[in-house]
C-alpha cells in the first residue's frame, strides 16, 4: 500500500502553537482523503519550529466507483420539481434519467449516477491547495507581494492584498511524495502561491541549510537527523531532559523538573545542545519561587537545587546550535540577561519589604480595615482599598469585596474549626500581595508571596498559609487547603464570588462560564468533602447575600447619595438624604424579593456539580440521584449516605431488599392511582396472618435502630438496621395477598407497605435506584 509524506516547512511557528497545529493538519489531511473515498492504515504528525510533517500510511492507490440511484419526483410532477431533481441528480435533461414504475404509486423517475473511482495522486493534489490556504491558526501573517496592497508594485513586485496566502510564518517549502516501498514515490506537485510542491528541504538553519532530496518518510527523517534536525519532539524532550539531569548530576546538583517548559523547550530548538550558566550567589537571598520563575519566563531556563536544599546559583539553557567553543559564550549570554532578570527581581522584592512612599495618604483606608501601617502587607492592604480597583461593576471594589470575605470567614470560622480572629485576619491578608511589585511581574506568585511577605512580618503560621492556600484548589488535580483557617477563607473566597453572581444574574450559561463559577463550585465541594466539613450550605449563603445586597443597592445609589449630602449640606438640611433612604430602603425590598430564589437556585447549582464530582469518584448516579432533595444542603452528609447506600446494595440483603421495597412502593403508587383507600396507620388487630405481624414488628425495630444511627451520621449502621427488614419483607409477599375484598384489611396492608417505604425513604428515595 502507498505512503504519503507531507512537509510543510516555514520560518520559526510559536512553540506553543506547534503541536495543535500538526494536529490540525493531520486532521484535515485524513479528513479530506476520507471524504474523497480514500482509506488508510495509520497517520502520524510531527512538529519543529521550522516544519510541521505528517506520515500518512497504508493509503490506497484510487477511491472506489460509485454508483448510486437517486430518486426522482412522479412523472406526473409539475417543472418546478423536475428542475430540482435534475439540479440535485446534476442531470442536463430530464430524458437522462429512467422511469421506474410503483404498483400504487405509479410512474416516477429516478438517476443512475455513475462516478468513476480517482487516482489517489489526483485528490491529494485537489484537495492541499484548500488545506494550506484554509489552515487555521491563532495568528497569521502575509509576507513579500503578499503583504502589498492589490493593483500596487514594488520594484516591479505586484502586490496581491487579501487574495494571498496566509500563514503563521512564511512558508518556504512544501514536500509532497506518494507511493509504495517498493517503488520511486511520485511528486504530487500542487502549487499554492508561488510555491510548487516538491520532493526537497533544507535542514538545520546553521548546520544543514543546503537543500537535500527524500523519496519516503524513513528516508527524510534519515537524513533530517544528518541534518541536525531532530523531527520527534518526544525524543526532542528526552534528549533535554536526560542531558540536563546528567549535567546537573555532574556539578553535585539536581534539575528543578518543569514538564511545561520542558514542553516550550522542545519547540524551540530543532537540535537540542544543554548547557550550563551561571549567576551571582548573592541573587540566592530571593525566594526561590521567584528566581524560578525570573529564569524561566524571561530566558525558558531550568533552576537547579543542591541535594536537599535550596537553588543553586547555576542553571540549565538550551541551545539550537553546537558552538565551536562548547557553547561558553551562548551560556555567558544567557547569564548576562538573567543577571539584568535578577536584579530587577531583587529590586521588587526589597520595595515590597518597604515601607510605601505614599503610605500617609492611605490613612483612612487603614483605619477602615483595622490595618497595622507599621507593617508592609498592611500597607498594600490598605492601597489595594484606596485605589478602589472594581471587582465587578455592580458588586464593588477589590477591598469592598475583602471586607465581605472578612466577615464570611469569622462566621465559617467556628463551623471549620478555626479561631474567628485568625479567620479574619487572614481574609483581610489574603488579596494584599496584589498590589506587590513582585506579583506586579510575575501574577502566578499572587498567593505565594502573601504567605512570604506574611511570615515576614510576623503573622501567625496559619494567617500566612492561608494567603496562599485560599486561591484552592485551581483544578480537579489541584490539593486542597487542609488548615481550618484556610479552610474558612477559601470557602469564604469562593462563597462570596458565587453569591455575588447569582445576585446579578451572571450564571454560567451552556460552555459559557467567564467568571470560572463552576470551578468555584467544584472547589466548595471538594474542600467540605475532603475534609469532612459539616455546614449547612444555606445559612452561609444567605449570610453571603445580606452583604450581597448591601453592596449592590451601593453600587447603584453610590452617585446620588454623596450628591444628596452634599446638596443637604449646602442646604442645611437633610431632606434629600432621607428622600433618598427611602427610595433605597424600597429598591432593597424589591431586590430582596427579586433575591428570594437564590439559595434554592444556587444550591441546585452545587447539587450538578456535586453529582459531576461523585460520578468521577466511581459514585452511581442513580443513588446519588436517590439521596438528593432539593433542600439537601449538607454536601459531606450526601456523599456519606452515597457511599452507605452503594456498599449496602452491593450486599445481597441490599439487593433483596431494593426488589421488595421497589414492590411495594409499586403497588401502593399503583393503588393510590387508582383512588383505593390506605389506612392513616397500621391497625394490628386487622393482622390475619403471622407475615403481616412480623413484618410489622420488623419495621418497627428496624426504623427506630435506623432513626438513631442517622440522627448520628452513621449511614452504615442505618444500612445494617434496614437490611434486617429482608427477610420479613420476602415472607410478606410470599404468604400476603395485599388487594383482598375486606376494603379494611386492604387498607391495613397497604399502610404496612407505606411503612416500608418511610423507612427506606429515611435514606435515599429507593424508587429512584436501578434494579
Request: aromatic fraction near 6%; charge should be negative; include cysteine.
Amino acid at each position: 500500500m502507498p505512503d504519503l509524506l507531507i512537509e510543510l516547512r516555514s520560518e520559526e511557528i510559536p512553540a506553543r502553537m506547534q503541536r495543535k497545529a500538526a494536529g490540525d493538519l493531520r486532521k484535515y489531511v485524513t479528513d479530506a482523503l476520507v471524504d474523497a473515498g480514500l482509506t488508510y492504515e495509520a497517520a502520524r504528525e510531527y512538529w519543529t519550529p521550522r516544519r510541521l510533517v505528517l506520515d500518512v500510511r497504508g493509503l490506497t492507490a484510487r477511491s472506489k466507483d460509485v454508483n448510486e440511484e437517486i430518486k426522482g419526483p412522479s412523472t406526473k410532477a409539475p417543472e418546478q420539481a423536475l428542475a430540482g431533481f435534475m439540479r440535485k441528480a446534476g442531470l442536463a435533461d430530464i430524458s437522462e434519467a429512467h422511469v421506474h414504475t410503483d404498483p400504487k404509486k405509479g410512474d416516477f423517475y429516478v438517476a443512475h449516477i455513475s462516478k468513476p473511482g480517482r487516482d489517489a495522486e489526483e485528490i491529494i493534489a485537489d484537495v492541499m491547495p484548500g488545506i494550506v490556504r484554509g489552515f487555521s491558526w491563532p495568528k497569521s501573517m502575509r509576507w513579500g507581494a503578499a503583504s502589498m496592497p492589490k493593483g500596487s508594485s514594488y520594484h516591479g513586485i505586484e502586490g496581491k492584498g487579501s487574495e494571498a496566502l496566509k500563514w503563521v510564518r512564511p512558508l518556504q517549502s512544501i514536500i509532497c511524495t506518494f507511493g509504495p516501498e517498493t517503488e520511486e514515490p511520485t511528486v504530487i506537485a500542487f502549487k499554492v502561491d508561488g510555491l510548487i510542491a516538491g520532493n526537497t528541504t533544507s535542514g538545520h538553519r546553521f548546520h544543514a541549510p543546503e537543500s537535500f532530496t527524500v523519496r519516503r518518510f524513513d528516508d527524510y527523517s534519515e537524513k533530517l537527523e544528518r541534518a541536525h534536525v531532530v523531527l520527534d519532539a518526544e525524543r526532542r524532550k528526552e534528549i533535554i531532559a536526560s542531558d540536563a539531569r546528567n549535567l546537573a548530576f555532574a556539578s553535585g546538583l539536581e534539575l528543578v523538573e518543569d514538564e511545561a517548559l520542558l514542553d516550550e523547550v522542545s519547540g524551540l530548538v530543532e537540535w537540542p545542545v544543554v548547557l550550563m550558566g551561571e549567576f551571582e550567589e548573592d541573587f540566592l537571598q530571593i525566594p526561590d519561587d521567584i528566581i524560578r520563575l525570573t529564569i524561566k519566563t524571561n530566558q525558558k531556563c531550568f533552576v537547579l537545587k543542591k541535594p536537599g536544599g535550596g537553588l543553586s546559583n547555576k542553571f540549565i539553557l538550551v541551545a539550537n546550535i553546537e558552538a565551536s567553543d562548547g557553547g561558553k559564550e551562548i551560556a555567558h549570554g544567557n547569564a548576562k540577561v538573567v543577571r539584568a532578570r535578577l536584579s530587577d527581581a531583587l529590586y521588587f522584592w526589597n520595595t515590597d519589604q518597604a515601607d510605601l512612599p505614599d503610605r500617609d495618604k492611605l490613612a483612612a483606608s487603614a483605619e477602615k480595615l483595622g490595618l497595622d501601617m507599621a507593617k508592609p502587607l498592611d500597607q498594600r492592604m490598605a492601597r489595594l482599598d484606596q485605589l478602589n480597583v472594581t471587582f465587578h461593576a455592580k458588586l464593588g471594589s477589590q477591598g469592598e469585596r475583602v471586607q465581605r470575605i472578612v466577615k464570611l470567614a469569622a462566621e465559617l470560622a467556628p463551623v471549620v474549626g478555626a479561631d474567628p480572629k485568625l479567620a479574619a485576619r487572614a481574609a483581610m491578608l489574603a488579596k494584599a500581595d496584589l498590589t506587590t511589585e513582585v506579583v506586579g511581574e510575575f501574577p502566578e506568585l499572587q498567593g505565594v508571596m502573601g504567605r512570604i511577605y506574611a511570615g515576614l512580618q510576623g503573622e501567625n503560621v496559619s494567617v500566612a498559609l492561608a494567603a496562599e492556600e485560599h486561591y484552592k484548589p485551581q483544578g480537579p488535580s489541584d490539593e486542597v487547603p487542609t488548615e481550618p483557617v484556610s479552610i474558612a477563607v477559601a470557602l469564604a473566597d469562593k462563597l462570596d464570588t458565587l453569591v455575588g453572581f447569582w445576585a446579578i444574574d451572571e450564571k454560567p450559561t451552556g460552555s459559557k462560564d467567564p467568571y470560572a463559577l463552576r470551578r468555584a463550585a467544584l472547589g466548595v465541594i471538594r474542600i467540605v468533602v475532603e475534609n469532612r466539613v459539616e455546614a449547612r450550605l444555606t445559612s452561609q449563603i444567605l449570610f453571603a447575600k445580606e452583604d450581597i445586597l448591601e453592596a449592590i443597592l451601593s453600587k447603584e445609589f453610590e452617585g446620588d447619595l454623596n450628591s444628596a449630602y452634599v446638596l443637604d449640606a449646602v442646604a442645611g438640611g437633610d431632606s434629600r438624604v432621607d428622600e433618598l433612604q427611602h427610595a433605597i430602603d424600597a429598591r432593597k425590598s424589591r431586590l430582596d424579593g427579586e433575591m428570594a430564589e437564590l439559595p434554592k437556585d444556587l444550591l441546585s447549582f452545587f447539587h450538578d456539580r456535586l453529582k459531576v464530582y461523585l460520578r468521577d469518584q466511581g459514585a452511581r448516579h442513580d443513588l446519588i440521584d436517590a439521596v438528593i432533595t432539593p433542600a439537601s444542603d449538607d454536601l459531606l452528609d450526601i456523599t456519606r449516605r452515597v457511599e452507605a447506600l452503594g456498599a449496602f446494595l452491593d450486599t445481597e440483603d441490599g439487593k433483596n431488599l431494593l426488589a421488595g421495597t421497589k414492590r411495594a412502593a409499586n403497588i401502593l403508587a399503583a393503588e393510590e392511582k387508582k383512588g383505593t383507600a390506605v389506612a392513616d396507620a397500621v391497625d394490628p388487630a386487622l393482622f390475619e396472618l403471622d407475615a403481616e405481624k412480623n413484618l410489622f414488628a420488623a419495621v418497627n425495630q428496624s426504623v427506630s435502630q435506623a432513626t438513631q444511627a442517622i440522627e448520628t451520621e452513621d449511614y452504615s449502621a442505618a444500612m445494617t438496621a434496614l437490611a434486617t427488614l429482608r427477610e420479613p419483607v420476602d415472607s410478606f409477599f410470599e404468604a400476603v395477598m395485599v388487594n383482598v375484598d375486606d376494603e379494611a384489611v386492604r387498607a391495613n396492608r397497604l399502610a404496612l407497605l407505606a411503612m416500608i417505604r418511610q423507612a427506606t425513604g429515611a435514606v435515599a428515595d429507593f424508587s429512584r435506584i436501578a434494579g
